[in-house]
């Protein structure tokens, strides 16, 4: 295994695993290697493992990568006994077995490996949470359904990478969500269905992500954008105890925050609102697309200021409606909505898109995103297509992270402390 050992700073002497796959490196909250640390750029660095080769990677950070005291300008292949600089912090690298009296920062303790990382209290937390889920739609008439989690099909999404498995000979997907199965299961004639399972995402790994997760996923046909809504809230309000959720368009959140119209607002007056914010964007932030623009002060600005009470958002842009309905106006808008509690986002649900020949070409254009980012293309076929062109009915959808709803529950600030076995024990 790979790691970093710290040879300088506050955690001089602490190793820090590089886990298989893609590790982004910085100091923002979704980085895989956090480093809070002001020489540390937000997204500063990549390594990519794949087994015991390792290669790193720059984002044009503000205070450089360096290894062995040279700039690194273009992929680089690590070694053992490299030196790396991240800004101001120094590291050795190593392809050893950590030190078992060394804490690292994603292993779990030395000797306990084999064990479970919660204690008997936190399984009675999760099987409580899990039992009302099930009551809650049991009682409203839901079905609950079980789908595979490998498939042929995968979600085609810019952002999110599906693992490719090889089962008798055939190129299979981990399920990202089973959103697909799920609307397989409407067109061949269920109206109310719910499903708690497993999904897989690659290089999702930090405080509020796990390759490996629970999510409670369901679809009801008729619902309109805000019966979906109302569904959602009383979700929440049974699961959590708390209140009822304050709604606000995505576009009042900005406008009460940032004093902006994402909807309307044009360009040179979004790059011109984050050159001016007190904040610190990522290095390359100027290269990014409106999408990501709007991504990053949601993540700086709007969703710090929703941990005040339970808040729902919806009515998206028209360029983030994934497999969301648009509804027409000017601008025309996304129906996509979204649960945020204590600030932390739990659920996304959609106005389901019903047209086969949109998705297809909503599909294609993603994978022209993912080419343009350096990333492999997805199916654009799929079993879903199919269905649809036979008949989906209208219907709304939602998925919520039940680790994370279990973590905002038990007032927890990592995901890890609610798993049994999180990625580095799995």
């Avoid at 910085?26 to 390594?47: F, I, K, Q, W, Y």
């Avoid at 087994?51 to 990677?57: K, N, S």
């Avoid at 959602?232 to 902006?260: K, N």
């Avoid at 909807?263 to 050159?275: D, E, H, K």
Wanted: hydrophobic share 40%.
């Amino acid at each position: 295994m790979a790691y970093l050992l710290a040879v300088n700073g506050m955690d001089e002497g602490r190793q820090y695993p590089l886990a298989e796959g893609r590790v982004l490196i910085g100091r923002a909250v979704e980085c895989n290697l956090l480093l809070d640390a002001e020489s540390v750029s937000r997204h500063h660095a990549t390594v990519h493992c794949h087994g015991l080769r390792c290669t790193l990677e720059d984002h044009d950070s503000r205070n450089g990568t360096y290894l062995n005291k040279l700039p690194v300008r273009e992929l680089t292949v690590l070694s053992d006994g490299d030196q790396l600089r991240i800004g101001d912090l120094e590291f050795a690298v190593h392809f050893q077995p950590l030190e078992a009296d060394t804490a690292a920062i994603e292993a779990p303790p030395a000797g306990d490996e084999c064990l479970a990382a919660v204690g008997l209290d936190m399984l009675q937390a999760r099987a409580r949470i899990w039992q009302l889920a099930r009551s809650f739609f049991d009682q409203r008439g839901f079905i609950e359904v079980d789908t595979p989690v490998v498939s042929a099909d995968t979600v085609v999404d810019r952002h999110i990478e599906p693992i490719p498995v090889t089962i008798s000979g055939r190129r299979m997907w981990l399920q990202t969500s089973p959103e697909f199965a799920m609307k397989r299961l409407l067109a061949s004639g269920a109206e109310a269905i719910y499903q708690l399972t497993h999904a897989f995402r690659d290089e999702e790994q930090g405080r509020r992500h796990n390759p490996e997760f629970s999510m409670l996923e369901w679809y009801r046909l008729g619902d309109s954008m805000t019966a979906a809504i109302d569904l959602l809230d009383e979700l929440s309000q049974h699961l959590l105890g708390v209140g009822p959720a304050r709604r606000l368009s995505y576009q009042q959140a900005f406008q009460q925050r940032l004093e902006f119209d994402p909807l309307s607002g044009s360009t040179s007056q979004l790059l011109a609102l984050i050159a001016q914010l007190d904040f610190q964007p990522p290095d390359d932030w100027r290269s990014m697309d409106r999408g990501d623009w709007l991504d990053l002060l949601m993540v700086e600005f709007i969703e710090p200021r929703l941990a005040d009470q339970p808040t729902i958002l919806f009515d998206y842009p028209a360029s983030q409606a994934a497999l969301a309905q648009l509804r027409d106006g000017d601008p025309p808008v996304a129906e996509r909505f979204e649960l945020y509690v204590n600030g932390v986002e739990l659920a996304n649900g959609y106005h389901e898109l019903l047209d086969p020949a949109e998705l297809l070409e909503r599909n294609r254009q993603v994978n022209q995103q993912r080419r343009s980012d350096g990333r492999a293309e997805l199916p654009e076929q799929s079993y879903l297509l199919d269905a649809m062109r036979q008949g989906l009915g209208d219907c709304c959808g939602v998925a919520m992270g039940m680790d994370r709803l279990l973590m905002v529950a038990e007032g927890k600030s990592d995901i890890a402390e609610v798993m049994p076995f999180p990625f580095p024990r799995a």
